[in-house]
C-alpha cells in the first residue's frame, strides 16, 4: 500500500473510531488540547440525531442591489460530506428548506450545520436527515441573501471551520475537529470517554463517587495539557 493510501487509509478509521465518540468527551478533549471547536447554540432541530464527517463550507451575506439566491450547492457536495453553512447567525430569513433535504438525503450527505436558521423541519424528521442549526422559522432566504463564499473558513457557532474539518453533532450540539488534528483530538477523547466509563463501572461496582473519580484523574481529564 502507497504511503498516500495509507494515510487516506488511517483518516478514515480515525473518523469511524470519532463517529461513535460523543460529542461531550470530544469537547473535553478540544479542551484539553487547547483548541477551540465547541460550536455555540447550534443544535439538532429534533432529537436522536447524529452526523459526523468533512465540512462543506458555504458562506452567504445579505443582498445588495442587485436580486438574492440561495444557491444549487447542493450538486457540489459530495457523499459523506456535512454541509456547513454560514449565515452569521440570522434568525430572520432561512437558507434551507425541504428541497435541499430531500436532494442531500438522496445524495448520500452526512448531514447540515448551519449558523442561523432552517425551515421545512417536518421533511427532515420524516426522512432522519441530520440537521442542525440555532433555530427554525418558515421565511424564506430568497432575495434576502446571497452566496459569497464556497469552501473558505466559514462561521459556524464563533467557531472557525475550513472546508475538510471535521463536524460531529448528536443530542448536546455540534463540535469541530481540524483536519490536522484529527487523529490528536480522537485519542484524547476515547481515552476521555474510556476513564468516564470506567468510573461509572467502579460505582456499580460499590465504589464512591469520590473514590472512582479520585482513581481516573477525573477532575483534570479535560484541563490544558502543557506544551
Same mark, same amino acid.
Given at each position: 500500500?502507497s504511503?498516500?493510501?495509507?494515510?487516506?487509509?488511517?483518516?478514515?478509521?480515525?473518523?469511524?473510531?470519532?463517529?461513535?465518540?460523543?460529542?461531550?468527551?470530544?469537547?473535553?478533549?478540544?479542551?484539553?488540547?487547547?483548541?477551540?471547536?465547541?460550536?455555540?447554540?447550534?443544535?439538532?432541530i429534533f432529537?436522536?440525531?447524529?452526523?459526523?464527517g468533512?465540512a462543506?463550507?458555504?458562506r452567504?451575506?445579505?443582498?445588495?442591489?442587485?436580486?438574492?439566491?440561495?444557491?444549487?450547492?447542493? &450538486? =457540489?457536495v459530495?457523499p459523506? +460530506? !456535512?454541509? @456547513?453553512?454560514?449565515? *452569521?447567525?440570522? /434568525?430572520?430569513?432561512t437558507?434551507?428548506?425541504?428541497?435541499?433535504?430531500?436532494?442531500?438525503?438522496?445524495?448520500?450527505?452526512?448531514?447540515?450545520?448551519?449558523?442561523?436558521?432552517?425551515?421545512?423541519?417536518?421533511?427532515?424528521r420524516?426522512?432522519?436527515?441530520?440537521?442542525?442549526?440555532?433555530?427554525?422559522?418558515?421565511?424564506?432566504?430568497?432575495?434576502?441573501?446571497?452566496?459569497?463564499?464556497?469552501?473558505?473558513?466559514?462561521?459556524?457557532?464563533?467557531?472557525?471551520?475550513?472546508?475538510?474539518?471535521?463536524?460531529?453533532g &448528536? =443530542?448536546?450540539?455540534?463540535? +469541530? !475537529?481540524p @483536519?490536522?488534528?484529527? *487523529?490528536e483530538? /480522537?485519542?484524547?477523547?476515547a481515552?476521555?470517554?474510556?476513564?468516564?466509563?470506567?468510573?461509572?463501572?467502579?460505582?456499580?461496582?460499590?465504589?464512591?463517587?469520590?473514590?472512582a473519580?479520585?482513581?481516573q484523574?477525573?477532575h483534570?481529564?479535560?484541563?490544558?495539557?502543557?506544551?
Amino acid at each position: 500500500m502507497s504511503a498516500a493510501k495509507k494515510g487516506g487509509a488511517d483518516a478514515a478509521a480515525t473518523l469511524k473510531i470519532l463517529a461513535g465518540l460523543s460529542t461531550s468527551g470530544v469537547s473535553d478533549a478540544l479542551d484539553r488540547l487547547g483548541i477551540a471547536g465547541q460550536c455555540f447554540r447550534v443544535m439538532p432541530i429534533f432529537p436522536g440525531v447524529r452526523l459526523c464527517g468533512p465540512a462543506f463550507t458555504l458562506r452567504y451575506q445579505p443582498i445588495g442591489i442587485e436580486g438574492g439566491t440561495v444557491g444549487d450547492f447542493i &450538486d =457540489d457536495v459530495p457523499p459523506g +460530506a !456535512v454541509v @456547513a453553512i454560514d449565515n *452569521a447567525g440570522r /434568525t430572520d430569513c432561512t437558507v434551507w428548506g425541504d428541497i435541499l433535504t430531500d436532494t442531500a438525503a438522496r445524495r448520500g450527505i452526512a448531514g447540515t450545520v448551519i449558523h442561523g436558521i432552517c425551515r421545512d423541519v417536518d421533511r427532515s424528521r420524516e426522512m432522519g436527515y441530520p440537521l442542525f442549526a440555532t433555530g427554525h422559522w418558515m421565511r424564506t432566504g430568497k432575495d434576502r441573501v446571497h452566496l459569497v463564499a464556497t469552501n473558505e473558513p466559514v462561521d459556524i457557532g464563533g467557531v472557525l471551520v475550513a472546508a475538510g474539518d471535521i463536524l460531529l453533532g &448528536d =443530542d448536546n450540539g455540534v463540535v +469541530a !475537529v481540524p @483536519a490536522a488534528r484529527l *487523529a490528536e483530538v /480522537t485519542e484524547t477523547a476515547a481515552a476521555i470517554e474510556a476513564a468516564e466509563e470506567r468510573i461509572r463501572a467502579a460505582i456499580a461496582e460499590g465504589s464512591s463517587l469520590r473514590e472512582a473519580r479520585a482513581a481516573q484523574g477525573y477532575h483534570a481529564l479535560q484541563s490544558r495539557t502543557k506544551n
